[in-house]
């Protein structure tokens, strides 16, 4: 543990359970290489914004970010929108 976070807790980002469909729109975002990934807009403040980005490790193209900010809880269902987006477009 760093000093940065000594007697101090970390953000929260909440938590969401997936439906059945969610996770498999998930699963088929990882095989096809869709990162859609949180990542914060401000230090220490409980925002986030979405990167949406396609290829394999260290080749990855960002493709888009999300215009809006999220905060705890919403974040997750965002993101599972976002792959369930990706996963009914491009399944076939």
């Not at 970390?10 to 996770?23: F, H, I, V």
């Not at 807009?41 to 396609?54: F, L, P, Q």
């Not at 809006?68 to 974040?75: H, L, V, W």
Request: charged share 25%; net charge positive; hydrophobic share 25%.
């Amino acid at each position: 543990m760093t000093a940065a976070f000594h007697g101090k807790s970390k953000n929260s980002m909440g938590s969401y359970n997936q439906t059945p469909e969610e996770l498999k729109a998930r699963d088929w975002c990882m095989d096809n290489n869709v990162c859609i990934t949180p990542r914060q807009t401000h230090w220490g403040i409980k925002s986030w914004a979405i990167d949406i980005e396609t290829g394999r490790h260290p080749n990855r193209k960002l493709i888009g970010t999300s215009p809006s900010e999220f905060g705890p809880n919403s974040i997750w269902r965002q993101i599972a929108s976002y792959q369930k987006y990706y996963y009914d477009k491009y399944k076939d």
